[in-house]
């Protein structure tokens, strides 16, 4: 199926053909471990998926890109999936893929800040935040 790969170590964004099954995704991916992430629509109306290397934060030296607020670090994988969850073709263009990545140079620091811990001095408190 029509895929878009997006390379941070070629700096690319290309069109490519991945078969079905999780370990054709993993392959194309390069790394043993995925995430998935929903990142819009088409200009049909379908909804567009990244899927992404889970893992590549925790390799050092690692290439990454940034998608909107998204901010993945090794390869991505634009597709599309059907009513039923199913992976299907993505329906995005070339240019309307490239528009949103911004490559990061080598170097870059992708790790992600540490938690903010708040305290909280009552529940009613708490309950007025959420």
Known sequence: MRAILI?????????TDVAEGLAALKAALQCQWI?????????????????CDDEGR???GQRCFQMGALLIAGRGLLLS?????????????????????????EGY?????PPMVVGFSSFEMLKFLA
């Open 7 to 15: 390379d941070p170590v070629a700096e690319t964004v290309t069109e």
């Open 81 to 105: 999936h059907d009513d039923e969850g199913a992976t299907t073709a993505c329906g995005l263009s070339l240019a309307d893929a490239e528009r949103p990545i911004r490559f990061h140079p």
């Open 109 to 113: 620091d992708y790790t992600p800040p």
């Open 35 to 51: 995430d998935i992430r929903s990142v819009g629509k088409d200009r049909a109306g379908r909804p567009v998926d990244l899927i």
């Open 58 to 60: 925790l390799i050092d």
